[in-house]
């Protein structure tokens, strides 16, 4: 990733949930995304199921089971991605969609 990488996961939305929002450049996207997943989340599978692409994007639809680790709750998610890449192949952009009500109802119940 370069250091411009604009990485955004279900950032419309206000909650407490860590690895929503807005994370730029790689060190924010490792700590505040990947790492709060990992600490906050086993994840049982994740399964892509297509992929779309033009030009310098590239689509990608999923199927997450997982279970938050401070309560048990366990939920599917079934989402989006958009990715958008430079001209040297590298992650200039990330947009995520989940099912967010699915991922709010297990993270506070």
């Keep these: 990733m370069p250091d411009n990488t604009a990485w955004s996961y279900n950032s419309s939305i206000e909650n407490d949930i860590p690895w929503f929002g807005t994370h730029n450049g ?3 996207v490792r700590e505040e995304f990947f790492g709060a997943i990992a600490e906050a989340v086993d994840i049982q599978s994740f399964e892509r199921k297509s992929f779309v692409a033009t030009g310098d994007q590239v689509a990608v639809s999923y199927r997450t089971e997982a279970t938050i680790k401070k309560n048990g ?18 992650v200039l952009e990330f947009v995520g969609y ?3 009500a699915a991922v709010l109802k297990a993270w506070t119940g």
Excluded: R, V
């Design 26 to 28: 790689p060190s924010k």
């Design 73 to 90: 709750n366990s939920y599917i998610d079934e989402g989006m991605q958009l990715w958008t890449f430079d001209a040297d192949g590298k």
């Design 98 to 100: 989940s099912d967010t």
